[in-house]
């Protein structure tokens, strides 16, 4: 059974830190380009960032470049998202994603960041 479970959301003052966790199981997690996205109460959901499934190339959202940090670490079928300098708008339910180069995807069922003072 495929999961994706997303952890380390919460409260955050502005101007802070979080680190958000997706442990992967049920598929080959290593083949995978993981991606995590966002989405604001009223919004669409948005790509914040993106691995490749060795880890060598990573892509951010201009929104987040400089401030945003994805890793993964393959053994322990975990990415991460290092979120420093937080700020209001920052505040979303954030969403882990899957895809394999076959375009097949799996989504974990999210983590709630709020950043306010």
């Known amino acids: 059974q495929v999961q994706l479970v997303e952890s380390g959301g919460g409260l955050v003052q502005p101007g802070g830190s979080l680190r958000l966790s997706c442990a992967a199981s049920?598929?080959?997690?290593?083949?995978?380009?993981m991606s995590w996205y966002r989405q604001a109460s009223g919004k669409e959901r948005e790509l914040v960032a993106s691995?490749?499934?060795?880890?060598?190339?990573?892509n951010y959202a201009d929104s987040v470049k400089g401030r945003f940090t994805i890793s993964r670490d393959n053994a322990e079928k975990t990415v991460y998202l290092q979120a420093n300098t937080l700020k209001p708008e920052d505040t979303a339910v954030y969403y882990c994603?899957?895809?394999?180069?076959?375009?097949?995807?799996?989504w974990g069922q999210g983590t709630q960041v709020t950043v306010s003072s």
């Open positions: 049920g598929f080959t997690f290593s083949r995978y380009t």
């Open positions: 994603k899957a895809v394999s180069v076959y375009n097949q995807d799996y």
């Open positions: 691995i490749s499934n060795t880890g060598g190339t990573t």
